[in-house]
């Protein structure tokens, strides 16, 4: 998903769950972004038993009042990145070859595939720079908010909203808007639960909804909701995540709008012939109703996922003849039932362990740092079909919208690149660009919101391996030319 802390605990956990079942214990490592790092007691999955546990220091923060500053641009302008010499182009190619006697599939071999950001240079070289956007980064007004990782924000038609995540070792109970258009923060509405820690949320057109998990479970799984208005700057308590989602051995993973509901996505403790399992659900907020999806039967590992359309897309693993075989899981919820893709055309024992992209098409899944090796490839639901692609390496993909777009169409995600930290995915000539690097101190466990003209990255500040509440956040806008 990255330099966040949650995402690079589930993340880390999933991979570890997905990849070998060996680790024993019930504690997950979260680093603080501070130095130091907590081991939380869970019981929702396995972790490594050399984590080591340090006591956080404590920290008064006094609430900030309303920001009333106009914003303030810096004008850089990127331009195009050279890319090293080492770095050169490939071709990729796929041959296909059938299960053999008796075989009841087929398997595709992948060669000449790029590493991430298309190098075909060795694994230990860099990955080949993205052609940069035409844009400008600029810095915004950080807000009245104090610094925190993890919060969850979503762009309502007029303002960004952010709420949750951790200050230091607290829950977040605050929250606030910005409008980019006079500049311009103030505070909102505190939410229910203040003790429960944000982090998972989607936005349905009217409402945000947030799923709270217990300060001292954050490995845990959600146990409240709420949804805030922010027509009426109004909190309602929702119903809870069912038992079946807020009890037990899981990891929440992901929350995100179908175009009528709310998904919940989690990964749980394996079962007997699996892995690990998938725990997911459904929230109507017209009803105020949860459905409760039945399991994957075919999968025996299951990684992330993202939000296709109006689907819900797991990867997973199956069982092959020749081994296991990388597959994306998509529920259709009018049928009630899953359906499972082919075989994915990749030589790998598993999926890297980062989200889809969804471009609206295609699900398009590529390595990341915690998996470097592997090819791109596209999933197109509609026709059932694989292809391999040229991709930079996503570090994470926003979903609480249906996924951040420029008023173009271009899809926007976090990119491990030279040329990021974000991307571009135009469908049209099925390219991808950079936005440049940011002229300053970049975000960390940043919050991605496009407003169609402008895309709004904002984040705790990492200088100097502190984060201190009281510091102003990072705050920075890219802006498409012209």
Not at 303 to 314: F, K, N, Y
Not at 391 to 403: E, K, L, N, T
């Amino acid at each position: 998903m990255d330099g966040s802390a949650w995402r690079a605990g589930v993340a880390g956990l999933a991979l570890a769950v997905l990849g070998s079942c060996a680790h024993g214990g019930n504690g997950v490592k979260l680093s603080a972004g501070d130095g130091t790092a907590s081991t939380v007691t869970s019981t929702t999955g396995p972790s490594d038993p050399t984590t080591s546990t340090a006591e956080p220091s404590s920290t008064s923060i006094e609430q900030p009042s309303t920001s009333t500053s106009r914003s303030f641009r810096s004008t850089t302008t990127t331009a195009g990145a050279r890319a090293p010499a080492s770095c050169t182009k490939a071709s990729p190619t796929t041959t296909t070859t059938t299960g053999g006697t008796g075989g009841s599939y087929d398997t595709t071999s992948v060669t000449g595939l790029f590493p991430p950001g298309g190098s075909a240079a060795g694994p230990s070289s860099p990955p080949c720079p993205l052609k940069v956007a035409a844009g400008s980064w600029g810095s915004f007004d950080p807000g009245p908010l104090a610094s925190r990782t993890e919060a969850v924000a979503v762009w309502t038609g007029r303002e960004m909203v952010v709420v949750g995540g951790l200050v230091g070792y607290a829950a977040g109970t605050d929250g606030a808007a910005y409008d980019p258009t006079t500049g311009r923060w103030h505070m909102i509405a505190t939410r229910p639960d203040p003790d429960r820690v944000v982090r998972l949320g989607a936005w349905t057109g009217k409402e945000l909804v947030v799923f709270g998990v217990p300060r001292d479970n954050l490995s845990g799984p959600p146990t409240t909701a709420a949804a805030y208005d922010p027509a009426a700057d109004r909190w309602r308590s929702t119903a809870p995540p069912p038992a079946e989602l807020s009890t037990g051995q899981l990891v929440p993973m992901m929350a995100g709008w179908t175009g009528s509901q709310v998904v919940l996505y989690e990964v749980g403790w394996g079962v007997p012939g699996k892995a690990n399992v998938a725990r997911a659900g459904l929230y109507d907020p017209a009803t105020d109703r949860w459905t409760v999806l039945p399991p994957i039967e075919d999968a025996t590992a299951v990684g992330r996922a993202g939000v296709a359309g109006d689907r819900l897309a797991v990867l997973g693993l199956s069982k092959g003849a020749g081994g296991p075989e990388p597959r994306l899981f998509l529920f259709d919820a009018a049928r009630g039932v899953w359906h499972t893709s082919p075989a994915a055309p990749v030589a790998i024992p598993s999926y890297p362990q980062v989200p889809p992209v969804w471009s609206g098409r295609e699900l398009i899944v590529t390595p990341n740092a915690s998996y470097p090796s592997g090819p791109s490839v596209a999933y197109d639901p509609a026709t059932d079909r694989w292809r391999a692609l040229d991709a930079p390496s996503v570090a994470d993909v926003a979903f609480g919208s249906r996924g951040p777009r420029l008023g173009d169409g271009r899809v926007i995600a976090q990119v491990d690149n030279p040329s990021g930290p974000l991307g571009f995915y135009d469908a049209g000539p099925d390219a991808w660009t950079g936005s440049g690097a940011i002229p300053g101190t970049p975000p960390s466990g940043a919050v991605l919101v496009s407003t169609g003209h402008e895309v709004l990255f904002w984040g705790m500040r990492y200088e100097g391996g502190y984060v201190r509440p009281e510091q102003p956040s990072a705050a920075w806008i890219w802006t498409p030319a012209g």
